[in-house]
Structures are given as C-alpha cells and as structure tokens.
C-alpha cells in the first residue's frame, strides 16, 4: 500500500472518528491507530482461526492452537509495524520486542483458549475465537506502550 492512499485513508478515517465523536474520548491519532490494529488484529483473527480449525483435526487443540497463534504473530507484526505504527525504529530490535509482548499474550491466549474448551465446554471455533479476543487486548496495549512506539 503506497503512503499516499494510507495516509488519505487514515485521514477519511479520522474524520470519520470524529463525526461520531470518539475523538473526544481519545486523541484522534490513537483512535486511528486503534481501529487500523484492529483491522489488522481481524486479519490475524481470520488466520488464526483457520490454521486452528486445519490444524485441530490431526493434532490436539494445544499444538493446533500454539502453531496457530505463532503463525499470526509475522503477519501481524509486519502489518502493524508498516500501518498502523508506521515503522518504528530497527526492524529487527521491535519484532523483538513484539515477540516478548506476544509471549505474553500467548500466555492469555492459551489459558482462554483451554479454559474455554474444558472448563465450559465451548465448540473449538468459540474457544479460539475468545483466546483471539483477550490475547488481542493485551497485545495491543503491549504493542502501543512498548514494542512498536
């Protein structure tokens, strides 16, 4: 994606936060940034899911989950470090830092994950799609404060 388009997209976007008012909740720039990890998050969610449900049928839900959750994290870290952070600092040094926010994240997703599958015996696509959710918060923040800024 050129800089041009993204920064017109970021800029209709932000008109947008605007109009309806989320601005006055958080500084326009955050908001932007926000919702373009969460369109990157969505991506990764969609990836996640689908490795996890291929991966579910010829393996446990642990390996299908761990493999599922690490193959998002290079999708993800390139997009949010192209788009949504605008590539901050030394490429190498900050997928190093988001492999350590990640970590722990993976910690979150895996204990939402198993406690969704054998503590309220949820159907797998709901128990990942949960994991997915509470890891992304995480992430995010972790991404935001640390990693990425």
């Given amino acids: 994606m050129s800089t041009q388009l993204l920064a017109r997209l970021e800029t209709t976007l932000e008109a947008a936060l605007r109009t309806l008012g989320i601005t006055r909740l958080c500084p ?3 908001a932007v940034r926000v919702v ?8 990764g969610a969609a990836l996640n899911i689908a490795l996890f449900l291929w991966l579910v ?3 446990s839900a642990m390996v299908a989950g761990t ?9 993800t870290f390139l997009l949010n470090w192209l788009v949504t952070f605008g590539r901050p600092g030394d490429l190498l040094r900050r997928f190093g830092r988001y492999l350590g926010v990640y970590a722990v994240g993976y910690v979150v997703y895996i ?3 198993m406690t969704g599958l054998h503590l ?6 709901l128990s990942d799609l949960s994991a997915v959710a509470g890891g ?3 992430n995010y923040v972790g991404s935001e404060q640390y990693a990425l800024r």
């Fill in 28 to 30: 326009a720039e955050r």
């Fill in 36 to 43: 373009e990890f969460g369109a990157v998050g969505l991506t």
């Fill in 57 to 59: 049928g010829v393996t």
């Fill in 67 to 75: 493999v599922a959750f690490f193959g998002t994290i290079g999708w």
């Fill in 111 to 113: 204990g939402t994950l």
């Fill in 120 to 125: 309220f015996a949820l159907p797998f696509w």
């Fill in 136 to 138: 992304g918060l995480l």
